[in-house]
């Protein structure tokens, strides 16, 4: 016989865990920005960051077993192939954006990719928005406007490739969504890589500029933290819930505008700390809202049967 209780029992949860793999992963992502901050724009972005992919490429030798066992079809290989272009571009942009504005402003919309998320899965895979939701996405983007002031400061071509770069990765997770039921996640993430920098390789010759050995340095580092980054996110996913760690996030922020002002000499904008703010409200309610929704369709009802 089975007692209600266990039916409606979660996965064992570690929420001081999970904090702590999120804060590591933090500090990894903020080390990425800093590089590639620190680099300049000596050399081109796209070719940037095709050597951060290209370097990379190393850390999927253990995938090859996953990859060889998939059973490849022709659908399968126009996913990637598509994802790979999609990220490819949001990737660009990015490194683009992190030498024309001061680090706390990527960061802050950076934020941006899970709303375009929700939009897009409302948009063309038939999820309901409800007023909730759609409440927290109109104060999300009103956090954009509040870190651009259109009128008040001038928008940058580093603000507009942020925006571009949030809907690029918004739209390749949705890709990742359809694409984690065909194959497993291991694949999925080593494919990325693969088709990411195939996608940057002509937009890197056509601008080569050599490295110095110092700056192809910089960058497998940037690899190294990228990777690093990626995967305490999986494991602090699998000790808590998002519900638990997505608020972490915001200390991303917090250490992006510090480093900027401490390391670069960018200067404190409560405007976007500000808006910032509101883009990861908006983004841990959704999360929450999600999370309860699950919740619901998984737990039996009160008078449900003991077996």
């Not at 939701?133 to 109109?138: L, M, Q, S, Y």
């Not at 088709?195 to 500029?209: I, K, Q, Y």
């Not at 002002?261 to 990861?280: C, H, P």
Request: proline fraction near 6%; charge should be positive; aromatic fraction near 12%.
């Amino acid at each position: 016989m089975t007692d209600a209780t266990t039916l409606t029992s979660e996965p064992t949860s570690n929420p001081l865990r999970g904090v702590f793999w999120m804060l590591v992963t933090g500090l990894n992502f903020v080390a990425v920005t800093a590089l590639v901050k620190y680099m300049g724009p000596r050399i081109p972005p796209a070719e940037s960051a095709f050597l951060r992919y290209l370097l990379g490429l190393v850390f999927l030798i253990p995938m090859i077993g996953s990859l060889r066992a998939v059973n490849w079809t022709r659908q399968l290989h126009g996913l990637f192939a598509m994802r790979g272009a999609v990220h490819a571009l949001g990737v660009i942009m990015w490194f683009f954006a992190m030498t024309r504005i001061p680090l706390a402003e990527v960061t802050a919309m950076n934020y941006l990719s899970p709303v375009y998320v929700t939009l897009g899965a409302a948009l063309f895979m038939g999820e309901k928005l409800a007023f909730r939701r759609i409440a927290a996405i109109a104060v999300a983007l009103l956090g954009v406007v509040v870190i651009l002031r259109p009128g008040f400061r001038e928008v940058s071509p580093g603000h507009l490739a942020m925006l571009v770069t949030g809907f690029a990765f918004g739209l390749s997770y949705l890709l990742a969504k359809t694409m984690v039921g065909r194959t497993n996640p291991t694949v999925v993430v080593a494919m990325l890589s693969l088709w990411v920098t195939l996608g940057l390789a002509p937009f890197a010759l056509m601008n080569w500029v050599t490295p110095t050995l110092a700056e192809l340095g910089l960058l497998f580092l940037v690899a190294c933290f990228a990777t690093a980054g990626h995967y305490t996110m999986t494991l602090a996913f699998a000790a808590a819930p998002l519900t638990v760690t997505q608020p972490v996030t915001f200390l991303q922020l917090i250490w992006a505008t510090l480093l900027g002002a401490l390391a670069f000499g960018e200067g404190v904008d409560a405007w976007v700390v500000l808006g910032g703010t509101m883009i990861l409200a908006a983004v841990t309610f959704i999360t929450w809202r999600e999370a309860m929704l699950k919740r619901r369709t998984v737990t039996p009802a009160p008078y449900a049967m003991k077996s």
